[in-house]
């Protein structure tokens, strides 16, 4: 049974380096950076760590019972949700943890999120088919390295009903 619990933010500590290692996992693989291992941590250890003194910046532990299956950062703005990272184990890869993730996403961020925008790297063609598929559209690149998708909240629940199916807050199509 999948489990989605917030990040505490106070012991992000405890959590960070089990997180690294799945994006690590998942990104040496995808996207090397030819950085080591400890290099990129420190990096991506500073930068998550300023993001998440922003009140608005959230991580989800994404369990399978008491194992650690992944996580979503994620963001909310005025009107937008920008899903910043979406990470699982490999074995969990094509299970449903990603749909009841994006079921929990939806009935604990507010309704008037009219926006969903994400970002990949142009090395992750895994990730892009999935934010193309989900409804995004490309809409530009940062850096010439990060593609930057977005589309409206209520194009992609049309497009994907069965993924909010269970919602507990309603569904407006």
């Known amino acids: 049974m ?5 990040m505490d933010k106070i012991k992000k ?3 960070l380096p089990r997180l690294y290692n799945i994006l690590y996992n998942n990104m040496s693989v995808i996207a090397p950076t030819g950085n080591s291992k400890r290099e990129d941590y420190l990096i991506w250890h500073k930068a998550i760590s300023e993001g998440l003194e922003k009140p608005q910046r959230q991580i989800v532990l994404i369990k399978n019972g008491r194992k650690l299956a992944g996580y979503i950062q994620y963001a909310v703005g005025r009107d937008v949700l920008i899903i910043e ?4 184990k490999p074995i969990y890869h094509r299970s449903a943890a990603f749909f009841c993730a994006c079921k929990f996403i939806y009935d604990n ?3 008037d ?11 992750n063609d895994r990730s892009i088919k999935m934010q193309l598929h989900f409804g995004l559209e490309l809409v ?4 010439d390295r990060t593609l930057h ?3 409206k909240t209520s194009d992609i629940i049309k497009k994907h009903p069965y993924m ?3 919602a507990q807050k309603e569904v407006n199509i």
């Open 113 to 123: 999120i009219e926006y969903i925008e994400s970002y990949a790297r142009v090395e």
């Open 164 to 166: 909010f199916k269970y």
């Open 109 to 111: 961020i507010p309704n």
């Open 85 to 88: 990272e979406i990470e699982l």
């Open 140 to 143: 530009g690149t940062i850096h």
């Open 13 to 15: 500590e405890l959590f």
């Open 149 to 151: 998708f977005k589309a």
């Open 2 to 6: 999948w489990q989605f619990v917030y």
